[in-house]
T-cell receptor
Framework: SQTIHQWPATLVQPVGSPLSLECTVEGTSNPNLYWYRQAAGRGLQLLFYSVGIGQISSEVPQNLSASRPQDRQFILSSKKLLLSDSGFYLC????????????FGPGTRLTVT | AQSVTQPDIHITVSEGASLELRCNYSYGATPYLFWYVQSPGQGLQLLLKYFSGDTLVQGIKGFEAEFKRSQSSFNLRKPSVHWSDAAEYFCAVGDNYGQNFVFGPGTRLSVLP
């Protein structure tokens, strides 16, 4: 079965600083990968998804970007963080064909100060 | 477009009491339905899923859910709640491509001793 790792677990960054969050997946090949954001007390907002290396779809306009340099690596970035970027970031994986559910990593808590 | 509603933002039950969390969906085709649980500061864990077949599905931790097409509902139930069940519960609907995956806003469950 698949395992999803997220790094770091928590992060405190000043406004205007860059961001890089990493998600890696073990135990599956060619997965669909997703980045979600969860603001405090709110539901999940899909930010990006990827069906393959270098293939990124953005769901909402924002100052964040995503990249997939390897099959099982998904990176969320920003050049300049805003206060509104604070939240809980979750990486998810749909392992492959014939599987319809998503599996989630442990999340990264980002606080922008 | 798909949508999911969870009418109850917060539910409080006593330990040992039965539980039902409501979920209604809107989807043009046959839905793929899921329930997830999230403990504070954690990622989401899949409780159960429905694709086809028997409309009553069993999941982990003693949970079950029933798909009712006529009511567009997929309610989650547990006969006897444990204190460790206190968490946020999310209903989700997806398609067979795994790309259109929509979460409800969540229901927070509190358990009284």
């Amino acid at each position: 079965s698949q395992t999803i790792h997220q790094w770091p677990a928590t992060l405190v960054q000043p406004v205007g600083s860059p961001l890089s969050l990493e998600c890696t997946v073990e135990g599956t090949s060619n997965p669909n990968l997703y980045w979600y954001r969860q603001a405090a007390g709110r539901g999940l907002q899909l930010l990006f998804y990827s069906v393959g290396i270098g293939q990124i779809s953005s769901e909402v306009p924002q100052n964040l970007s995503a990249s997939r340099p390897q099959d099982r690596q998904f990176i969320l970035s920003s050049k300049k963080l805003l206060l509104s970027d604070s939240g809980f970031y979750l990486c998810a994986c749909k392992p492959g064909t014939g599987v319809y559910e998503q599996y989630f990593g442990p999340g990264t808590r980002l606080t922008v100060t | 477009a798909q949508s999911v509603t969870q009418p109850d933002i917060h539910i409080t039950v006593s330990e040992g009491a039965s539980l039902e969390l409501r979920c209604n969906y809107s989807y043009g085709a046959t839905p793929y339905l899921f329930w997830y649980v999230q403990s504070p500061g954690q990622g989401l864990q899949l409780l159960l899923k429905y694709f086809s077949g028997d409309t009553l599905v069993q999941g982990i931790k003693g949970f079950e859910a029933e798909f009712k097409r006529s009511q567009s509902s997929f309610n989650l139930r547990k006969p006897s709640v444990h204190w460790s069940d206190a968490a946020e519960y999310f209903c989700a609907v997806g398609d067979n491509y795994g790309q259109n995956f929509v979460f409800g806003p969540g229901t927070r469950l509190s358990v009284l001793p």
